[in-house]
């Protein structure tokens, strides 16, 4: 699978915005951009995942860079629930069944 | 239940000693995922099941490890001869069909400790 590259960790106050990167510079075309969080002592939890277009659902949005050697998770407004470790991970098209996590990004919120 | 269930959710076992570890996946879910996450770590990939059938081991780190999920719904991973290495957190998930687009469930994990 292809590697992401992510911060170690980021800080944020409550009820503001969040966008936390992701680099992915060596995405191939059939590679799906997944972010999953997990919160302290749970499995992780889908949060969304998108191909080439920008995505929104109800708990974030995913804006997908034109070359797709890059992408931001926001998070519109932080609550101190969305303290979490958030992985980005690229699944291959043709083998997707299998994810790829590395260490993530710590997100604290602040209150 | 709505979600993944897994039992245990914590096992402590003597070094050499076989264990069970259950997962119950959403009701309807055909395909099923274990992974397993070391402290500090993000979750390794260690075997998949479509059905009943196990369609990709590739993770299993040595054939002391070992899944089944005989009637496609509730799967068992078994470790046998258990080393103080096996210490970590065994995830399950599932999703309503093969493939990472469907988005994974995760249980809440089994905290194995090999002392």
């Known amino acids: 699978d292809a590697k992401t590259t992510q911060p170690n960790s980021m800080e944020s106050n409550e009820e503001e915005p969040v966008h936390l990167p992701c680099n992915h510079s060596?995405?191939?075309?059939?590679?799906?951009i997944h972010w999953y969080r997990q919160l302290p002592s749970q499995g992780p939890e889908y949060v969304i995942h998108g191909l080439t277009s920008n995505v929104n659902n109800r708990m974030a949005s995913l804006a997908i860079a034109e070359d797709r050697k890059s992408s931001t998770l926001i998070l519109h407004r932080a609550t101190l629930r969305d303290a979490a470790v958030y992985y980005c991970i690229l699944s291959d098209g043709g083998s997707n069944y299998k994810l790829t996590f590395g260490k993530g990004t710590l997100l604290t919120v602040n209150p | 239940g709505a979600g993944v269930s897994q039992t245990p959710s914590n096992k402590v076992t003597e070094k050499g000693k076989y264990v069970e570890l259950r997962c119950d996946p959403i009701s309807g879910h055909t395909a099923l995922y274990w992974y397993r996450q070391s402290l500090g770590q993000g979750p390794e990939f260690l075997i998949y099941?479509?059905?009943?059938?196990?369609?990709?081991d590739s993770g299993l780190p040595n054939d002391r490890f070992f899944a089944v999920r005989p009637e496609g719904s509730v799967s068992t991973l078994k470790i046998q001869r258990t080393e103080r290495g096996d210490s970590a957190v065994y995830l399950c998930?599932?999703?309503?069909?093969?493939?990472?687009?469907?988005?994974?469930?995760f249980g809440s994990g089994t905290r194995l400790t090999v002392v």
């Open positions: 998930a599932s999703s309503p069909n093969l493939g990472s687009n469907y988005g994974y469930t």
């Open positions: 099941f479509q059905g009943t059938g196990a369609a990709d």
């Open positions: 060596t995405i191939s075309g059939t590679d799906y």
